[in-house]
């Protein structure tokens, strides 16, 4: 069974994921353990995190990720602002370690006008640091593939892969997000693109590195380096890219995580329209 679900709100206290989880029909969620743009750091209470747990075991939710803040850029050239992002990495990390979080997803950052080489030297320099002081046991880091969009790095399988190659011993691996993909110029959407594409993190990354789809359309034209999420089928990438990547015989094994845009009961609709797209298996003669 394919394992569907949407990043819902943290907000007042991080067990009501899972009651916001279940009122959309999700099986998997995704989640901030603070504002996403902000840098104040929000301590939970023991009880906060018992709740947290004993919610998890009830709905059986699983897996459960974490989406780290939007303000981190490990590739920063603004000394201050590496610092910075690498002790709210380290932060937020340990408290998935606590909360035996099963994945941390992160964008891996920016370049902002700097050479992309100095960018990536930057990020691999920077999680040397976090994993100096963090020991993964429980949650496996997840760097996500990107859109390009302000010089972003993680726009390439080849950028991941020289990303990953210096922790191979860790628990690190990859979130495929299908708009990012997209926009970066992968054509998901047709059988051709999307199976070169597979091959492409077979033979670079190893297609068991990848552990969690963010499943969104995309607003903007293919190969646009834009970032810009669409509800399931209204966008570019269309029902074909889903279709695809819910019925493969590897990808289907991972959770599915919407993060399309949040109005009325959208999630619930975005869910049902990947549902639609599960082929049964034929029926044995
Ligand atoms: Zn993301």
């Known amino acids: 069974m394919v394992r569907i ?7 007042k206290s991080i067990d009501l994921v899972f009651d916001r989880g279940i009122e959309i029909g999700a099986e998997t969620v995704q989640f901030f353990l603070s504002s996403p743009r902000s840098w104040a750091w929000k301590e939970r209470s023991d009880n906060e995190k018992e709740l947290f747990q004993k919610k998890r075991e009830k709905t059986g939710i699983y897996p459960v990720v974490v989406h780290s803040s939007y303000l981190f850029n490990l ?3 603004d000394k201050n602002l ?14 998935c370690e ?17 050479d992309e080489k100095e960018a990536l030297k930057n990020i691999i320099e920077s999680m040397k640091k976090v994993f100096s002081e963090v020991e993964l046991i429980n949650t496996t880091f997840l760097y996500e593939t990107l859109a390009g969009q302000k010089g972003e790095i993680g726009k390439t399988t080849d950028e991941l892969a020289v990303l990953m190659e210096p922790f191979s011993d860790k628990n690190i691996g990859i979130c495929v997000d299908t708009c990012h993909i997209y926009s970066a110029g992968y054509k998901i959407n047709e ?7 597979k091959k492409e993190l077979e033979e670079k990354i190893g297609l068991e590195k990848v552990k969690v789809i963010h499943c969104n359309d995309s607003k903007t034209p293919f190969n646009s380096r834009k970032d810009r999420h669409e509800h399931i089928g209204e966008g570019s990438i269309g029902y074909m890219g889903f279709e695809l990547f819910l019925n493969d015989e590897y990808f289907k094994n991972l959770p599915f995580i919407l993060e399309t845009p949040k109005s009325g009961n959208w999630d619930i609709i975005n869910i049902e329209r990947l549902r639609n797209l599960i082929k049964s298996a034929p029926v044995a003669q």
């Not at 590496?82 to 408290?95: A, T, W």
């Not at 035996?100 to 997803?105: G, N, Q, W």
């Open 5 to 11: 679900g949407a990043h819902v709100s943290s907000s």
């Open 75 to 77: 590739a920063s050239a």
């Open 82 to 95: 590496r610092e910075k992002s690498i002790k709210g990495v380290i932060n937020e990390l340990k408290m």
């Open 98 to 114: 606590e909360l035996k979080i099963d994945y941390y997803v992160i964008h891996a950052g920016k370049a902002k006008g700097q």
């Open 191 to 197: 059988e051709e693109g999307f199976y070169r594409y």
